[in-house]
């Protein structure tokens, strides 16, 4: 099995601060990943680093490689992340359709121009990934005609039309009410199905779907567990990471938790 991600040794400095501090951390292929800590713990910087977005602080012995590379051409490299954060759903102005949401996925930019080529292929691609995600009864709908779950599932959408290798969710319950929420995870499970792997930015264990084998904790900028769901995701280990004793409850491969 491939590594996809491979770090050793690597910092993330700002204002001569470590906000990532010494990082050794392998994630192969066939992993679907769960990255937890509080906020502030190194989390989003993670997801920067390895999308290429921030460029770490290299040691020595520092190693950073991405599907067994140090060096990518940028634009090869982001096409074989998606990526869904919270901030991109800020992005795309009110007026533009589920539709050209995402077909500018093609692009990599905030809707469609002028310039843009669209090809017959594309809209085919478009439309076969809006069926993916169950929202085709609202494509031609504007943005601010549709709820905030709903316009999550057309930029997950629009972060699968290259088909990437792995889907980046950062924080993807975020804003999103009960019903929503239950929508994503199905979703979520219906992305691994076909084959794409998952790397989950969460602080919140409902969102853990069953096919998340994988979990790496961060906490003030280092790894602070790392390991497979049985070793790591462990009422113990979440009350040490975020300071406050909890218990996991588990049904069907999802979890709750209640404080004790």
């Not at 997950?156 to 889907?167: E, G, H, S």
């Not at 950062?170 to 995870?185: G, Q, T, V």
Request: overall charge positive; glycine content about 6%; some cysteine.
């Amino acid at each position: 099995m491939t590594d996809f991600v491979y770090l050793k040794h690597i910092s993330v400095l700002r204002d001569d601060k470590k906000i990532l501090d010494d990082i050794t951390l392998s994630i192969k292929t066939s992993e679907n990943v769960a990255i937890i800590g509080p906020n502030g713990s190194g989390k989003s910087t993670f997801i920067k680093l390895i999308t290429r977005s921030i460029y770490p602080s290299y040691a020595k012995n520092g190693v950073c490689e991405l599907f067994g590379c140090d060096v990518w051409n940028i634009a090869d490299l982001r096409n074989m992340f998606g990526i869904v954060t919270n901030e991109l759903q800020y992005n795309f102005h009110c007026e533009i359709t589920g539709f050209d949401v995402v077909l500018s996925g093609f692009f990599s930019s905030i809707g469609i121009g002028k310039n843009h080529a669209v090809t017959k292929g594309m809209i085919k691609k478009t439309e076969e990934t809006i069926d993916l995600m169950e929202v085709s009864y609202l494509k031609d709908k504007k943005l601010e005609a549709i709820s905030s779950g709903e316009a999550r599932r057309f930029l997950i959408a629009r972060a699968l039309v290259n088909d990437p290798k792995v889907l980046i969710l950062d924080e993807p319950s975020n804003s999103l009410d009960i019903a929503s929420s239950l929508n994503l995870h199905k979703i979520m499970r219906k992305i691994v199905a076909t084959g794409a792997n998952i790397i989950l930015v969460t602080h919140l264990v409902s969102d853990i779907i069953p096919e998340i084998n994988r979990f790496v904790f961060f906490k003030n900028g280092k790894i602070f567990a790392n390991g497979s769901r049985k070793n790591v995701f462990t009422s113990e280990k979440l009350s040490s990471l975020f300071g406050v004793n909890v218990k996991i409850s588990e049904n069907s491969g999802f979890c709750s938790i209640m404080t004790i």
